[in-house]
């Protein structure tokens, strides 16, 4: 799991102070609803602008303290850091906020409105760090529970009927989501490997901000030689991931920023 700290994502600071809760008796899972962009899934730098217009609007529009919600979840799985464990969220409604938090799914009525498998394992793990850190009860509700609204809409809502199964969890679904098919696609690069990967890999390292030292003039960019296999370790350390120089299924999704 990757969690945003709120300097990542750009986050203002709230205005004011936050209410204490030491515990709650769950988590209300919530979407955005309007209409989201579906390239939100190829480029998860949207997701950042996505938590700076919904924070605007919450603060200038709605006059709140802060962005609503205590997490957020992206297409990608990752966690972004909203108001956090052990302070009451704005997003359930009035009087409804004390006994529940509230994590985000970035989904909308229309454009993206179905979670990736990435997304639900996310909102799992947010829901483990509202537990662990701020005493979260065992209730998995929708915001539609108990308060009148189509949020979280119809597919997680769904889910969180299920009773919020992790996808990566359960045996009863055999499909494989397209992130998956499109890595599966990918080989696995080890030191020494040659060809048009390598190249690929180099080049979405580029892009992603490493190894812009190094001189495809001088290195060949479809031989993974030791310059680069120490940029790809560099870049597994810092994404939280093991950093042992292999380019394969966890570090090619990253390197694609899926
Ligand atoms: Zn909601
Ligand atoms: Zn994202």
Known sequence: MALISRRDWGARAPRGPYTSLTHTKGVKVHYIGDHVDPRLLTDHDR???VMRQIQNHHMDGNGWTDFAYNLAVCPHGDLLMGRGAGHMS???GPGRNHDHYAVLGMLGSTGLTDPTDAMLNGIRDAIDYLREHGGAGKEIKGHRDGYSTSCP???LYAWVKAGAPRP?????SPSTTWTETLVDQLPLLSPGATGRHVKTCFYLLRARGYGKELDEHVIDPT????????EVKRFQAE??????????KATWPRLLGL
């Open 47 to 49: 997701c950042l602008a």
């Open 90 to 92: 704005a997003a359930n």
């Open 153 to 155: 809409g119809a597919a």
């Open 168 to 172: 990566d969890g359960g045996s009863s």
């Open 223 to 230: 031989v993974y030689g030791p310059a680069v296999v120490a």
């Open 239 to 248: 994404k939280g991931l093991d950093d042992d120089g292999l380019v394969g």
